[in-house]
């Protein structure tokens, strides 16, 4: 399968989006985007720190979007700039939401779908808002209470189908369909003895705490079968004395599952010995780990059979 460079760039840039977003490791945020050929090449590398257009302060998601654009959403601002699939600046659009967005998806009309929580005095606020191509913008789903100690509870990891969207919360297994208007059309309850549902979170010693199941990413394919990648604790694992000790990818395995949204039935469930970060919008698997020398590498898998 060929695949588009600026495609295999949203994959590859994961890399920083995701690891910054999720572990805070990294000594410096995401301000630019490296672009890789099909071969695994580096083509080019395109923005750089600043506020102006083309210019990021925390790239937070990458997203292909229509007419082979990528959106880039830039956390420190809260703002949307699409480019161009030559790398050129086509728009930007701030965001109202707050804190940053965590996810977004493109319905057919090329209306965005975000995820992010907007808080209020009270707590409360929207999990999900849309913006819409005129660039107008308004909340979609309410959120209900949202505690300190539940980031969870706000969060969404988000894919689009036509022009409904389907939204998976990440500490329960349970992805959500929402039409255009925030209608909730139905909702998959996954039963996984891995997964159990969390009501509270709190602070983690990730020496002393085995990772509890997380789910990462939502894909759907082009026959309709919703794709999930949930990473949690490798079988092994065990506690260490500090956190310095620490190798992620010998301490989290992924499960990838494939999931029939019309009958609610898992055709295929299956465990790897790696940290999945995401799908590519082609269906590609995006992995993490660490090289001898301490320096993170991204692994790309095709999915077969």
């Known amino acids: ?58 790239i937070r998601r990458l997203m292909v979007l229509r007419g082979d654009s990528l959106g880039v959403l830039d956390g420190s601002v809260l703002r949307l700039t699409v480019l161009n699939a030559d790398g050129s ?34 707590a409360t606020g929207y999990i999900m808002h849309v913006i819409r191509p005129d660039g107008s913008a308004s909340p979609l789903v309410p959120a209900g209470p949202i505690l300190q100690f539940r980031p969870s509870a706000y969060q969404r990891r988000l894919v689009a189908a036509g022009m409904t969207v389907w939204a998976g919360r990440p500490d329960r297994y349970e992805v959500s369909e929402y039409a255009a208007d925030g209608t909730l059309l139905r909702v998959l309850k996954r039963e996984a003895e891995w997964f159990p549902d969390r009501e509270v979170e709190g602070p983690l010693d990730p020496a002393r705490e085995p990772a509890p199941p997380y789910l990462m990413a939502v894909h759907i394919d082009e026959e309709g079968l919703i794709w999930t990648l949930v990473t949690l604790a490798d079988p092994e694992w065990a506690p260490v004395d500090h956190v310095g000790l620490i190798v992620d990818e010998r301490r989290r395995d992924t499960i990838v599952e494939v999931i029939d949204p019309d009958r609610g039935l898992v055709l295929r469930s299956q465990r790897f010995p790696w940290v999945g970060t995401g799908f590519t919008n082609d269906g590609l698997i995006v992995s993490e780990r660490k090289d001898d020398s301490g320096v993170t590498v991204l692994d790309v898998w095709r999915p077969e059979g």
């Open 1 to 58: 399968m060929k695949t588009n460079p600026i495609i295999f760039a949203a994959a590859l840039a994961l890399l920083s989006a995701l690891i910054a977003c999720r572990n805070g490791l990294w000594p410096r945020p995401a301000q630019s985007i490296l672009v890789y050929g099909s071969d695994g090449t580096l083509d080019s590398v395109w923005g750089g720190r600043g506020e102006g257009p083309g210019e990021y302060g925390t």
């Open 89 to 122: 600046v086509a728009r930007t659009q701030l965001l109202p939401i707050n804190p940053y967005p965590h996810d977004m998806a493109q319905l057919d009309d090329g209306t965005l779908v975000v995820a992010g929580g907007e808080h209020t005095a009270a």
